[in-house]
């Protein structure tokens, strides 16, 4: 467990000023223009939510949240934790408590998940993990406001 904490420090430690975190984003965005000053780092700390932290999350452009983990061994709940990571990011720092329960739309920047995964278990180089999977019923669920 002790090289997973510090594998967790390094990445964390690396990735907490935007001049890394936007070469990091450009890397996996290179069509973008990704610039330090577009960058507002949202990475929760564990101290205010015990222990839910992520790895790393910024908004970019005001448009965007991006949601990045780093992983040395596969991980198919990686989704779920990603919706957890996300709603509490956007909680923290962009819904007013109040204002959740208005009447007018609040607009949020959406939310971009993205997965840094350095094992050998992989069989290629890119893969898609769902939430859907995850789910015991495989049929959408429909709301509807009578």
Known sequence: MANR??????FRAYLNHKREIAALYQAIRPEADVRAEDITITTLDDVFLGQQKNDLSFLWKDQAVILVEHQSSI??????????YSALVLLANF?????????KLVKIPAPHFYVLYIGEDMEDDEDT???SAA???????VNSFV
């Open 129 to 131: 993990l769902k939430l």
């Open 5 to 10: 904490q510090y594998k967790d420090t390094v």
């Open 95 to 103: 819904m007013d408590s109040k204002a959740q329960y208005g009447t």
């Open 75 to 84: 991980n198919p709940n990686m989704p779920y934790r990603l919706l957890i």
């Open 135 to 141: 789910f015991r019923e495989k049929e959408g669920i």
